[in-house]
Nanobody, 123 residues
Framework: VQLVESGGGLVQTGGSLRLTCAASGFSFEEHAIGWVRQAPGKEREGVLCASLSDGGTYYSDSVKGRFTISKNNANNTVYLQMSDLKPEDTAVYYC?????????????????YGQGTQVTVSS
């Protein structure tokens, strides 16, 4: 199983950025996939957003209305479109997958992560 993120960078406040995660070794149709982040000096946050195997989506309150997750099941790629970025969005963003299948029993949690990509929002 591999998760490889790309697309991070430096952007000004109010700007946009799109992250891409290329996944391999499992099916999006059977497992939830999404994103988490870790800000400098802080612990990694819980689920930031997720795309479920049934097509549903989840967003944390901190990004709802600003971030959009989407995926392409055919090529196992997931995207995170980030808009109206704020300095507090500065973090390493990790693509993550629920390989244990806990989402199917109502538990949204990830157990496998990529290496991360840095997003920096300047004020």
């Amino acid at each position: 199983v591999q998760l490889v993120e790309s697309g991070g960078g430096l952007v000004q406040t109010g700007g946009s950025l799109r992250l891409t995660c290329a996944a391999s070794g499992f099916s999006f149709e059977e497992h939830a996939i999404g994103w988490v982040r870790q800000a400098p000096g802080k612990e990694r946050e819980g689920v930031l957003c997720a795309s479920l195997s049934d097509g549903g989506t989840y967003y944390s309150d901190s990004v709802k209305g600003r971030f959009t997750i989407s995926k392409n099941n055919a090529n196992n790629t997931v995207y995170l479109q980030m808009s109206d970025l704020k300095p507090e969005d500065t973090a390493v963003y990790y693509c993550a997958a629920d390989l244990l299948g806990r989402a199917q029993i109502g538990v949204l949690a990830f157990d496998h992560y990529g290496q991360g990509t840095q997003v920096t929002v300047s004020s």
